[in-house]
């Protein structure tokens, strides 16, 4: 049995030097206070162990990390009703990009770029006002992590909502095309509050630790998702989880995983683990600096691959 502990430790001994590397998002004002010289990570076995190393206890903003919990919802309610609304191919362009979704008629191309994360809240936001959507979300959360100390960062919601005009301009759009149901400010307000759900890596690995054992924790007990889909969000992470750095991802790394610009990532060894690692440095396309290197380091070490041994 190899040493998760050992692994872990040796990653953080060697990635030390370049702690702070990269840039941290700036665009959300509040995200740009972020300290960049922080690293934490941590992995979730499937027999229950839990590993971690750095500031693996330390609450980050998980942004789209989010997005991964979000679809699972809203396959939850909808089921495959959802891809009329967003479809499953890598979008190759950056995470906020507007021109595609013109191009495309208002469906974005996948669930985990914005436009798409969008339309998915969207769909969750049925027949509910935002608070009470925003509320299932963070119990939803809570449920997985099974832990209630799960929160939002409400000035990290507040920022967003205040700058987010990318954004806005992509609802508008899905708007007027018809592919969004409600008032702008709702669904945005909901996506803007899940983006600021406040994690460390320990509580998110055992949160996905459902995408890694067939739907359910086995932590817990909990069964969220059938094995089927939990294959499918996977292979969704795998493709379109680090937008325009997804196939550099699966080249270098050969797991499904999703990033946010808060320097999260949630990757997963299906069958094995769940991982989290957090580092706030972001690289040209958005995603984790350190946090992709370690989970590269991590893949050769443990030989752990989607793609054989
Ligand atoms: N809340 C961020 C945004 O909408 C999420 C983006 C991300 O993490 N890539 O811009």
Redesign the pocket.
Known sequence: MMNLQAILDSIYGELQPRLGEGKVADY?PELAKVDPNQFGMAIATVDGKLYSVGEADTSFSI??LSKVFMLTLALGKVGEGLWKRVGREPSGSS??SIVQLEREEGIPRNPFI?AGAIAVTDVVLAGHAPREAIGEFLRFVRYLADDETVTIDQKVAQS?TQT?FK?IALANFMRAYRNLDHPVEHTLGVY?HQ?ALAMSCQQLAKAGLYLAARGSNPLTGHSVVSPKRARRINALMLTCGHYDGSGDFAYRVGLPGK????GGILAVAPGLASIAVWSPGLNEV?NSQLGSAALEMLAARTGWSVFGD
Do not use: H, K, L, M
């Not at 990033?259 to 808060?262: A, H």
């Open positions: 959300i942004q789209s995470f906020n914005n967003e987010g954004n803007f983006c990033s946010g610009v808060g958005g």
